[in-house]
């Protein structure tokens, strides 16, 4: 919806297969797709970080959850 309003946004609808993920894996890698991280943590850190998103804290970008 942000993107109506602001050309820097580009809004990314699609079925979630493994290709297209590939590509969108391959642009992030590239530098072509940015898009701002607010905070990483790993697997067993997960429920804390939704549990203080729903609380209502703020990362100032997107919460990601690394699992390597």
């Known amino acids: 919806m942000r993107s109506i309003f602001n050309r ?11 290709d297209i993920l ?7 890698e590239d530098g072509k797709l940015r898009i ?7 697997l067993n850190e997960a429920i804390g970080l939704v549990t203080a998103l729903e609380a209502g804290h703020k990362l100032g ?4 959850v690394a699992m390597a």
């Open 8 to 18: 820097r946004l580009k809004p990314i609808v699609c079925t979630p297969r493994a």
């Open 22 to 28: 590939d590509s969108l894996a391959r642009a992030a």
């Open 36 to 42: 701002p991280v607010g905070e990483i943590v790993p």
């Open 61 to 64: 970008g997107k919460g990601l």
